[in-house]
């Protein structure tokens, strides 16, 4: 098993930054993959950015290149968005996932953080 645990939301105006974490425990040998997705109120919940633990792998939404960026600490097993030039639209709850070795599926998930941008 993995815990997955996030920080780091909030409110901010449109324009501002907000930095997310978001921290594996467990059995954090078999991660595979962490990622970053997010669900805003009366939509389906979608991916953000990803980062691969053992292959080359990084990816970000369409909607947010060039804004965000998702970085990592391999000896804590954690994972960071740096969200710039927040708008409106970025408004949601966000979840911190990990994908485990073998797995098609991301699998744990953390409790979500709020992230509100007001105009």
């Known amino acids: 098993q993995v815990q997955v645990v996030e920080s780091g939301g909030g409110l901010v105006q449109v324009g501002g930054s907000l930095r997310l974490s978001c921290a594996a425990s467990?059995?954090?040998?078999?991660?595979?993959?962490m990622a970053w997705f997010r669900q805003a109120p009366g939509k389906e919940r979608e991916i953000v950015a990803a980062?691969?633990?053992?292959?080359?792998?990084?990816y970000y939404a369409e909607s947010v290149k060039g804004r965000f960026n998702i970085s990592r600490d391999k000896v804590k097993t954690a994972i960071y968005l740096q969200m710039n030039n927040l708008k409106p639209e970025d408004t949601a709850v966000y979840y911190c996932?990990?994908?485990?070795?073998?797995?098609?599926?991301?699998?744990?998930w953390g409790q979500g953080t709020q992230v509100t941008v007001s105009s």
């Open positions: 996932a990990v994908k485990g070795l073998g797995r098609s599926e991301y699998d744990f």
């Open positions: 467990g059995r954090t040998d078999r991660v595979n993959v």
């Open positions: 980062f691969g633990w053992r292959a080359t792998l990084l």
